[in-house]
C-alpha cells in the first residue's frame, strides 16, 4: 500500500514538475518517503554557494557598511521571489526596497539598523515601518481575513524586536547558512518535515483567501512561495522551520480544517478562471441568482471532464 501510495504522489507531481530535484522536494514537502541524505545534499546546495559568495565578498571589505554596499549591489535590479512581493508591497519603489535590504543586511552582518527618529517622519518613510510594509506585517495588524475576526497581528507587535530576535535564532547568519541542515538528525528532518508541510497547506489556504477576500489580504502573499516552492524555497523553508519554535496547535487545526476546501476552490478557479467571480459570490453570499449563473458552468463538457478529473474536488465544493 506504502509503495503504491508513494506512485501515485510521484505520478500527480510529475504532471507539473518536469525537474527531479524540485519533484524531489515536493514529495518531501507534501509528507512522502525520499532518501534522506540525498535530501539533505538538495537542500544544502544552494546555501553552501551563498555562504562561500557572502565570505569571498566579506574578505573584500574591510568596512561592514562598504560589505552591505556591495551586498545590495550584487542583487541588482532582481525581481523574483520575495524580493518581487516585497517590491510590489512598496509600491515598485526601488529606493525603498534597497533601504529594506540594507537595514536586514546591516543585522545580518552583525550591525543594528539606525532606524530614522520619529521627526524624520516628515521626510521619508521610517525604516522600521519600510520594513514592516515589505513584510506585510502592517496588513497583517490591519487586515481582518473573515467578518468578526481579527487581524493576524496585534498593533503593539515589534518588527525591530522580532528582527534582531531573527539574528539571536540564526536565521539570518549567512555565514553558516546551511549548518542547521547539515546537523539536523534524521528526526530533526522529521520534524521539519511536518512542519513545512503544514506551511505548504498554510499556503493553499492563504491563495483561496486571497482569492475571496484580496490580493495580500492580511499579509498572507508571500506564502505564495510555498504553494509549489522551487528547491530554493524548499531549503530556505527547511531551514526555517529547524530554527523556529513550532506553530500554534489552534492555528495548525483552523489551517488543516480548511485545507481541503480551499485546494478544491484554487482547483476549479485554475480551471475556470472566467467563472472565479461567480463561484466566489455564491461561497460567501450563498445567492441564489449566482448559483444559477453557475448552473450553466456546471452543466458544460469542460465541467464534466473537470469533474472526472477532480471528483474529490467536485464533490468537497458540493457543485453537485
Known amino acids: 500500500m506504502w509503495a503504491a501510495d508513494q506512485i501515485v504522489a510521484v505520478t500527480a507531481l510529475h504532471r507539473e514538475i518536469n525537474s527531479l530535484e524540485c519533484l524531489l522536494a515536493n514529495l518531501w514537502l507534501t509528507g512522502h518517503w525520499v532518501e534522506v541524505e540525498s535530501l539533505r545534499a538538495l537542500l544544502i546546495a544552494p546555501f553552501s554557494e551563498l555562504t562561500a559568495a557572502y565570505r569571498h565578498s566579506r574578505a573584500q571589505f574591510e568596512s561592514p557598511a562598504d560589505l552591505v554596499d556591495h551586498l545590495v549591489e550584487s542583487m541588482g535590479s532582481s525581481t523574483t521571489g520575495s524580493l518581487a512581493i516585497a517590491g510590489v ?47 506585510g506585517v502592517d496588513r497583517a495588524q490591519r487586515d481582518v481575513l473573515a467578518p468578526g475576526t481579527r487581524p493576524l497581528l496585534p498593533e503593539t507587535f515589534d518588527v525591530r524586536e522580532f528582527l534582531i530576535e531573527a539574528v539571536g535564532s540564526g536565521i539570518l547568519d549567512f555565514d553558516q547558512l546551511a549548518a542547521p541542515l547539515a546537523s539536523a538528525t534524521h528526526e530533526d528532518l522529521a520534524r521539519a518535515q511536518d512542519a513545512a ?105 469542460e465541467f464534466k471532464a473537470f469533474k472526472r478529473e477532480q471528483p474529490g474536488a467536485v464533490a468537497t465544493l458540493q457543485l453537485t
Open 89 to 135: 508591497r512598496l509600491g515598485g519603489n526601488r529606493s525603498d526596497l534597497e533601504n529594506v535590504m540594507w537595514a536586514i543586511l546591516e543585522l545580518a552582518t552583525g550591525g543594528l539598523p539606525a532606524w530614522a527618529d520619529d521627526e524624520d517622519e516628515r521626510d521619508a518613510p521610517r525604516i522600521d515601518r519600510l520594513v514592516a510594509q515589505a513584510f
Open 197 to 301: 508541510a503544514f506551511i505548504t497547506r498554510f499556503a493553499v489556504v492563504a491563495g483561496a483567501i486571497e482569492v475571496l477576500r484580496g490580493s495580500d489580504i492580511g499579509g498572507l502573499g508571500m506564502l505564495r512561495l510555498f504553494e509549489r516552492p522551487s528547491v530554493i524555497d524548499t531549503a530556505v523553508l527547511a531551514r526555517s522551520v529547524l530554527l523556529s519554535p513550532p506553530a500554534d496547535p489552534a492555528v495548525r487545526t483552523a489551517i488543516d480544517d480548511q485545507y481541503e476546501r480551499a485546494s478544491a476552490f484554487l482547483k476549479f478557479c485554475r480551471a475556470f478562471p472566467a467563472h472565479v467571480e461567480l463561484l466566489r459570490i455564491w461561497i460567501q453570499t450563498n445567492d441564489a441568482q449566482a448559483r444559477r449563473e453557475l448552473e450553466t458552468v456546471l452543466n458544460s463538457p
